[in-house]
């Protein structure tokens, strides 16, 4: 069994800056890509930014030269350094990751997803 646990949400000012972390714990053999999608009220799920196992980041436009995505392989874990947050930047954070099981079973897991809210 697989598991993917989000910290580091809560209420940000704008201008601010806020880290988000993941950690993915279980019958873990290889972690490939890894990401964090988001979700506003009314809104769909969106892609904010990913990253595959050897670091190569890729963003959603809105986020670039604001928000920083990174891992740490060791630990399993993925991080969003959300800086300069701006109001439409709060929703519902989910942590994403495609995993091999050491049974050799892959599929993509979601976390339970952690709440950023931007407001003065």
């Known amino acids: 069994q697989v598991q993917l646990v989000e910290s580091g949400g809560g209420l940000v000012q704008p201008g601010g800056s806020l880290r988000l972390s993941c950690a993915a714990s279980g019958s873990i053999f290889n972690i490939n890509d890894m990401g964090w999608y988001r979700q506003a009220p009314g809104k769909e799920r969106e892609l904010v930014a990913v990253?595959?196992?050897?670091?190569?980041?890729n963003y959603e436009d809105s986020v670039k030269g604001r928000f920083t995505i990174s891992r740490d392989n060791a630990k399993n874990t993925v991080y969003l350094q959300m800086n300069s947050p701006k109001p439409e930047d709060t929703a519902v954070y989910y942590c994403?990751?495609?995993?091999?099981?050491?049974?050799?079973?892959?599929?993509?897991?979601w976390g339970q997803g952690t709440q950023v809210t931007v407001s003065s």
């Open positions: 990253i595959t196992r050897s670091g190569s980041p």
């Open positions: 994403n990751a495609y995993i091999v099981t050491t049974r050799g079973y892959s599929n993509r897991y």
